[in-house]
């Protein structure tokens, strides 16, 4: 991105699990936990080596603080493109 006159802009792929709207506070924090457990485990662990993957464990409102932090770099990066939908 540095090299498109962007410095300071990193991209990397990221996927988080999303439950609907409405779902019970404890509901999410269960799956929060199992999900958590999960990306501790030594078997993900192999995996992201393998995959060069980076554990990203984070609670729900992290996920929401880094998710608003992306739309606004990169909603900035087509602002200055001026990307349009086709």
Do not use: C, H
């Amino acid at each position: 991105m540095a090299e498109s006159s962007l410095p300071g802009y990193e991209s990397r792929p990221w996927n988080a699990a999303y439950a609907p709207a409405g779902t019970p506070r404890p509901i999410i924090d269960k799956l929060n936990q199992l999900i958590r457990e999960a990306v501790a485990s030594e078997a993900y662990r192999t995996l992201l080596r393998t995959t060069l993957g980076v554990p990203f464990p984070d609670s729900p409102e992290e996920l929401a603080a880094f998710q608003e932090s992306e739309t606004r770099k990169w909603g900035e990066v087509v602002r200055i493109a001026g990307m349009r939908e086709p």
